[in-house]
């Protein structure tokens, strides 16, 4: 049978329209039009029935590939979608992590899990046993050996609520794009880009990615039983692609009124425990608190007001939440402050008292060259972990729009990013890069930060393959 090109192209030019999904209409009808409208006898029918299955074998050229899913077409790109694409509000971990140990296992690491059970949620500031079993930690490193010299470290849990993945030209916004598995994202391209070079081995470098670390830092906390050590560990969180040299403490409190009910239009029946509560309140609003050069202010925020049922009832209980960012001192010296201005209001029936998850100011190392330096005021998990290793805090994003409706980075970022953990890796294994070495200082949280929930975490480790992994491939 002898085809006329002009047919010839009739039938491919559809049929790469439905391959490529260009905006054609319907292109497998216009390919049966095409295949009717051609000389009468000719034994079409195999070539018609194969069209489907031809096209479906189709091997896309890359360079058509990465026009059509840019995301998809990039390692990195495509391994932060499908992380922030799984919801995983702490406490709810399970799915990203199960994804993680999916990829990473195909990668061809060595993945271990270690269950976590600890606080999930804090109601007036006392810690909660957490009701989910499932959570667990993820530790990946490259063959047979976990003790290694370094560890690339951050968290799998985002604080709510969820916000979807969405790409506008070269940002990237949705929950936990910045905080923190854009850094998840860069730290496991790290590795791997210095893998394939040669330039890291098995017992250089091990990855552990947590779980609770928004929550007071079970899985971090939880890690401390895995019995390992390192020379040097890097944190990630939004540090704007610099190297942090320190962060405040943290210490929350609950300031509570406790006054007596009656009846409005007879106020003198009753005591009114908002009014306790104010006097209170306004002086540890006004408190100056030690500061320090390096981290600047420590700052007291009260952040939740309660009391009271209704507008014609003299209010019986009131109470208030707030926490301190701590730049000087330790917490046990900004307590004995607080209480001793609370104390000189006088008001009967007011008691203050504190959380249990409390640390001071926390130093980092930043000497390594080639990187801005500045200090944040944010929380980590970085005391959490302990032991005598020099601790680096660096990751993409800005902490500025962590935890808000415009969650976002740029494709940059996270493409700078992975440079710099492998610099940061580099230094850390071949000493290169280094200026005039301060030996990192390691700081254990204060007893004080050790809640009675950590008793009851779980030990050891679990092998990946007894996890019933589903990954979702994006």
């Not at 047919?7 to 790469?16: E, G, N, T, Y």
């Not at 899990?113 to 499932?134: F, H, L, R, W, Y």
């Not at 006004?286 to 050069?293: D, H, K, Q």
């Not at 200082?441 to 929930?453: G, R, V």
Request: glycine letters at 10%; a negative charge; charged letters at 20%.
């Amino acid at each position: 049978m002898k085809l006329r090109l002009s047919s010839v192209v009739a039938l491919l030019f559809p049929l790469l329209a439905c391959s490529l999904e260009l905006p054609f209409p319907n292109p497998l009808n216009s390919i049966k039009h095409n295949l009717e409208s051609l000389r009468e006898g000719a034994n079409l029918d195999s070539l018609y029935h194969g069209v489907d299955s031809l096209r479906q074998k189709l091997e896309m050229p890359a360079f058509i590939r990465q026009y059509r899913d840019p995301i998809g077409a990039s390692p990195l790109l495509s391994l932060h979608r499908n992380l922030v694409r799984i919801e995983s509000i702490s406490g709810n971990e399970n799915a990203v992590g199960t994804w993680l140990v999916e990829y990473l296992t195909k990668k061809n690491y060595t993945v271990e899990i270690q269950p976590v059970v600890g606080v999930q949620e804090k109601v007036n500031g006392v810690g909660m046993a957490s009701s989910v079993t499932d959570r667990f930690n993820v530790l990946a490193f490259i063959g047979n050996n976990k003790t290694t010299r370094t560890l690339l470290s951050s968290h799998i849990d985002v604080v709510p609520p969820y916000w979807p993945y969405k790409v506008r030209g070269h940002k990237i916004s949705g929950r936990g794009t910045v905080d923190a598995k854009g850094s998840v994202a860069a730290q496991i391209q790290a590795v791997e880009e210095l893998r394939e070079s040669g330039e890291v081995g098995e017992g250089d470098v091990a990855m552990l990615f947590v779980v609770g670390e928004e929550t007071g830092g079970d899985g971090m906390r939880t890690a401390n039983k895995l019995g390992l050590s390192w020379e040097t560990v890097i944190f990630g969180e939004p540090t704007e692609l610099k190297l942090a040299t320190g962060h405040k403490g943290i210490l929350l409190f609950n300031l509570r009124a406790q006054g007596k009910a009656s009846h409005s239009g007879y106020p003198e029946l009753g005591i009114n425990a908002n009014s306790l509560l104010l006097p209170a309140l306004l002086a540890l609003d006004r408190l100056t608190l030690p500061a320090s050069e390096r981290l600047g202010n420590s700052t007291l925020n009260i952040g939740r007001i309660e009391g009271g049922v209704a507008a014609n009832v003299i209010p019986a209980y009131a109470y208030a939440q707030g926490s301190v960012r701590i730049a000087a001192a330790t917490p046990e010296e900004v307590k004995d402050i607080m209480l001793l201005a609370v104390n000189k209001t006088g008001a009967a029936g007011v008691t203050l008292d504190f959380g249990a998850d409390c640390y001071g100011p926390v130093h980092l190392d930043s000497d390594v060259e080639g990187f801005e330096t500045i200090p944040v005021s944010y929380g980590t998990d970085v005391p959490h972990l302990l032991g005598t290793h020099k601790r680096y805090l660096y990751g993409p994003g800005s902490i500025l729009v962590a935890h808000s409706d415009h969650e976002s980075l740029t494709v940059q970022d996270l493409q700078e990013a992975v440079v710099g953990y492998k610099k940061l890796l580099k230094g850390a294994l071949t000493g290169k890069g280094l200026i005039v070495a301060e030996a990192g200082k390691a700081q254990q949280p204060p007893e004080a930060s050790e809640s009675p929930e950590d008793q009851s975490l779980l030990d050891g480790t679990v092998k990946a393959e007894t996890l019933n992994v589903d990954g979702d491939s994006g």
